[in-house]
């Protein structure tokens, strides 16, 4: 797919600014997607908040942990486990959720969407290396840390993720730093490692989550 170089004026469905668009290029399509992805991104949270019956079960918790698969969060595989074949490198991120291995079901909220790519394990530097499953899967916290748009964009680089709402870009070969703003820290990455064939959470984020508070 050809690429359009990120653009810091670009206009979002996030609850930013109204910054100026007058470039807005070719990301018609790609605003529609990451409108889309905030919208049900959010779906469970506003569900949450209309509350549950009071005997339900206790949940855990849908932050990812150790020992989580990954599931897809749209398509005609939503909610299927992400198996290593799934993954290519150069092929656009892959949104996903924590599956939890006790139910088998995606554990579905904003704060633990990921952002999944496989790089070449050439490109990585250490500190994505060792947090990456199958020599190049590598996972972030979808949360734009500008103002927390879902991030669904490979950078024509190969190596890199953007935010289409300002054209931030972060660094999947480096731990997610920054590469360029207005988003000025990185991205929390979430460990993985590859296990019996499977792509498994290994830990928890390395960082916080979203735009500073
Ligand atoms: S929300 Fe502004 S660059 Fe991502």
Redesign the pocket.
């Known amino acids: 797919m050809k690429m359009s170089k990120p653009n810091?004026n670009h206009a979002?469905a996030?609850s930013?600014p109204n910054l100026p668009a007058n470039e807005l290029a070719d990301s018609g399509r790609r605003q529609m997607l990451t409108s889309a992805l905030a919208l049900a991104a959010m779906a469970p949270m506003a569900a949450l908040a209309d509350g549950e019956p009071a005997d339900a079960a206790p949940k855990r918790s849908t932050k990812p942990q150790e020992g989580d698969k990954l599931a897809f969060m749209l398509g005609e595989k939503e909610g299927k486990e992400i198996l290593p074949s799934d993954l290519k490198i150069g092929a656009e991120p892959t949104l996903a959720y924590p599956l939890d291995p006790a139910t088998g079901k995606a554990l579905v909220a904003k704060a633990s969407l990921l952002v999944v790519v496989r790089l070449k394990p050439e490109d990585l530097k250490p500190g994505s290396a060792k947090n990456a499953a199958d020599g190049g899967v590598v996972a972030f916290s979808s949360m734009?840390?500008?103002?927390?748009?879902p991030?669904t964009t490979l950078h024509p680089n190969g190596t890199q993720v953007v935010?289409?709402?300002?054209?931030?870009v972060f660094n999947a070969a480096d731990r997610g730093v920054v590469t360029n703003?207005?988003?000025t820290r990185r991205l929390a990455m979430l460990p993985l490692e590859l296990k019996d064939g499977a792509i498994v959470v290994k830990g928890k984020f390395d960082g916080p989550l979203g735009?500073p508070t």
């Open positions: 810091e979002c996030c930013c734009c840390t500008h103002y927390g748009c991030i935010c289409n709402c300002h054209g931030s703003g207005p988003a735009p």
